[in-house]
């Protein structure tokens, strides 16, 4: 009997979803997730990552589950120094040459051990990231912006690698904000607004 899916392994976690998706009708939302895929792919490529590097994509309709496999090379800070700002960047070129498809994301990074079945990835630590990404506070900040994404980390991400301002990340610029629900724990989340600048200057002290 195949036990694999019995053990967890770990992963960087990154949630994304299109804001206002459901308004739009579904041929849009079809040319929306082709879209979203190519810049997915085109902004952890940014960050070193590549296919190797992480997981298929994991679909939720009108957002994705990115899974990264632990590789010394490539360590979380990365999704938030390289990966989170090139992502922005991208969605304002896109918005740019496109107009008609532009769109904005909500963006949530966490980590955690994630299960695998034939069917799909699961698990508390997928739970975590989806509630995040689907946070009410994360929606309120990026309606509240004019920039391509809004971003929340969760209280892992904070306290293993925002906290300790590791070069390029600016520990002030988060706060905590977020609240979640798992089950009944309740659990919170850290808010950041990325703007799109080149990767090596976004989320600088």
Not at 87 to 114: C, M, N
Not at 117 to 144: F, H, M, N, Q, T
Request: with cysteine; charged share 30%.
């Amino acid at each position: 009997m195949d036990t694999s899916a019995d053990i967890p392994r770990h992963r960087a976690i990154v949630a994304v979803d299109i804001e206002n998706s459901t308004k739009q009708t579904n041929s849009v939302r079809t040319q929306l997730r082709t879209v979203l895929f190519e810049l997915l792919d085109e902004a952890l490529a940014v960050g070193g990552i590549g296919r190797k590097h992480r997981d298929p994509f994991v679909d939720r309709g009108d957002g994705a589950l990115c899974l990264i496999r632990p590789f010394d090379q490539l360590p979380k800070t990365l999704l938030l120094t390289a990966v989170v700002p090139a992502l922005a960047k991208l969605l304002l070129k896109h918005a740019e040459s496109r107009p008609e498809l532009a769109f904005r994301l909500r963006v949530a990074v966490h980590a955690g051990e994630v299960h695998r079945d034939s069917r799909a990835s699961y698990g508390e630590d997928v739970d975590i990231a989806c509630r995040l990404v689907d946070a009410p506070e994360l929606k309120r900040r990026l309606r509240d912006t004019t920039e391509p994404l809004a971003l929340a980390v969760s209280q892992e991400i904070h306290r293993a690698v925002v906290r300790h301002g590791y070069p390029g990340i600016d520990r002030t610029a988060f706060t905590q904000a977020v609240h979640i629900k798992l089950g009944e724990e309740r659990l919170r989340g850290w808010l950041y607004t990325p703007r799109a600048r080149e990767p090596e200057e976004d989320l600088t002290a």
